[in-house]
């Protein structure tokens, strides 16, 4: 079996290697690749039967144009902007890629975590200069802190079991208790108390109705003085003009990844740019050639379960 069409929206030829390509061109008669601002989206989507997708929208409206529409594959674990409820309602199967980078974004935040408490780039740029004194330096460890999780998925969990691992205070919010996770001396605490209690906080909510600006206003300000808090997850989990003016008292350093998705414009990004407390690097968080490796077997493994009748992965 074979789909009729694929419309791929916001997936650029490079992110997949040519042997996935290859894969999907066997997979279907004909496929479509256009970029999510196109015009030409509506008008391709008539005759789609299969629309692969990045972190880029299938709303109601997309869904409404495309009558013969049966699969949404997602490059990518977070569906929030699909409308899954809706694509559900319309017998359409959604698929994600969940697990593929647990181990790439947990690292990445302990090497930004370490960066930032070491001192480490600061420290190659002088010793380059010839500076090679430990005067002028300072450090902080993680052992002892008291370190926050928000969300226990599969990254949070790991997340935790790192911090644990180097000797941190862990607790955990989410929205279920994790009881296994708990035997391991990580502890839970409410999300407000966390905020106000951690000397650092990772972030890892997938991007929901329910965690849309879940660090409101309020929860933001609360965050404790002198914080680092490290944000691999959508930003728009947090609210920006209460992220800029906590920036702005310095008393908490920002440091995220997810610099150019989501509600982050390049004009917000660089009111939030303008403090040195505020580090943001490219999405770096699941890019290495492990998880790469991975994503893909598992985008390519979906479309083929799908087209055997046996859909895995399927969001619900």
């Known amino acids: 079996m074979k789909f009729k069409k694929i419309l791929v929206v916001g997936i650029q030829k490079p992110q997949l290697d040519s042997s996935t390509w290859k894969s999907l061109y066997?997979?279907?008669?004909?496929?479509?690749?256009?970029?999510?601002?196109?015009?030409?989206?509506?008008?391709?989507?008539?005759?789609?039967?299969?629309?692969?997708?990045?972190?880029?929208?299938?709303?109601?409206?997309?869904?409404?144009?495309?009558?013969?529409?049966?699969?949404?594959?997602?490059?990518?674990t977070g569906v929030g902007k699909i409308d899954s409820k809706y694509a559900v309602s319309k017998k359409i199967v959604i698929t994600n890629i969940p697990g593929y980078s647990t181990e790439s974004v947990a690292e990445l935040v302990f090497a930004v975590l370490l960066e930032n408490l070491r001192e480490i780039s600061r420290a190659k740029i002088e010793s380059k200069k010839g500076n090679r004194s430990e005067l002028g330096f300072s450090g902080r460890e993680i052992k002892g802190k008291t370190f926050g999780v928000l969300g226990l998925g599969r990254i949070g969990a790991r997340v935790a079991k790192i911090a644990k691992g180097f000797g941190a205070d862990v607790y955990y919010w989410s929205k279920n208790r994790k009881k296994l996770t708990e035997k391991l001396g990580i502890k839970y605490s409410s999300l407000n108390d966390i905020l106000k209690k951690s000397d650092i906080i990772s972030i890892h909510f997938a991007l929901n109705n329910q965690t849309n600006n879940i660090l409101n206003k309020e929860r933001v300000n609360s965050i404790k003085k002198e914080a680092i808090v490290i944000n691999t997850a959508p930003m728009e989990l947090i609210n920006l003009d209460a992220l800029k003016n906590r920036l702005k008292s310095k008393d908490i350093t920002f440091i995220f990844d997810h610099t150019d998705l989501g509600?982050?414009?390049?004009?917000?990004?660089k009111k939030l740019q303008q403090y040195n407390n505020c580090i943001t690097y490219p999405v770096l968080g699941y890019i290495s050639n492990e998880a790469r490796v991975a994503k893909q077997e598992i985008f390519i493994n979906n479309i083929k379960s799908f087209l055997k009748g046996k859909p895995i992965n399927v969001v619900k």
């Open 263 to 269: 509600d982050i414009t390049e004009k917000k990004l």
């Open 26 to 76: 066997s997979l279907t008669e004909k496929i479509i690749l256009l970029s999510p601002d196109s015009k030409n989206i509506t008008k391709e989507l008539k005759d789609t039967d299969c629309l692969l997708v990045y972190f880029n929208k299938a709303d109601k409206e997309m869904i409404d144009n495309a009558p013969n529409l049966k699969y949404i594959g997602a490059l990518a």
